[in-house]
């Protein structure tokens, strides 16, 4: 069990900028891709939640429960055969979405979400750093169009439950 | 995937009676019996919940969703590790008992939940019937004590959430 925050000698904390792609490459399918489908099971107002999650061959249960400082979270993986039977009660409340690493220099690597769907025509791409000051200097490439970091229509169970934010 | 209630040639319904325990019967122990832990790891306004449950050596996760007549129930099999993990998750939304099988006559059973936890003290006896005919026939052992079939408080994720109800 994960408990987030941990105490300051325990956190793992992620520095990711996330941005809406304006043009995909060219060459998108050249680079390593795999199907990700995520669906929600139950979202609590409490923000407790509970997800599946398939990533190529991996099928997994998230469960997220409390907010903020008592926010805890576990992952447990489920049979191939649970999911699909556990995955038509995710309806509604869906995310599907091709996942292709595409190479952005200095050892990063941008994960281009190419979403599929009820989110069809959203393709949303995030990077993580290794420190704050790399996540500010970093310039995207010019494919690259607004950036979502901090807005949170983007966040996977408002896509799932909301769709496509309106521009 | 079952749909509850489904259309009236394939509904299965479940016709059982649930009783207070009056008095425990001083032999319950000789009987077969099993402990079982349920917990809560999400429940919805809407109706749908996502619950874990270990009976004897069995775990499983079930996901409700919906209400009514599109109520749909969803159970499959997890892994005993994943259960454990899953389990502190469930803090303040559990059951915890141990069901003794109690011959009831006419091949007729009575589970006997003998409760533990912050349920302690409670005893509940269910028993389930053919047809509405034999349970309306039926007449209660006298070290049963009030019936509370239709007692909305006596329902697990009540009982969990809620702990025993006042008399």
Known sequence: MTVDPEPADAV??????KFLVAEVPADLDRHPARPVRQGYLAVEPGGGEVRV?????ATV???KRG?????????VPIEAG????LWPLTEGRRVEKVRHLVPAGDGLVLEVDVYEGDLAGLVVAE????????ADAWAPPAWLGAEVTA???????RLA????PAA
């Open 53 to 57: 999650r398939q990533i190529g061959d």
């Open 127 to 134: 990077v993580e750093f290794p420190s704050e000051a790399v």
């Open 67 to 75: 907010e903020g400082r008592t926010r805890v979270e576990e992952e």
């Open 82 to 85: 649970a999911f699909e039977r």
């Open 161 to 164: 439950s909301d769709g496509v």
């Open 61 to 63: 249960l998230t469960v």
């Open 12 to 17: 793992a904390i992620e520095i990711e900028r």
């Open 151 to 157: 807005d949170e229509r983007y966040k996977n169970h």
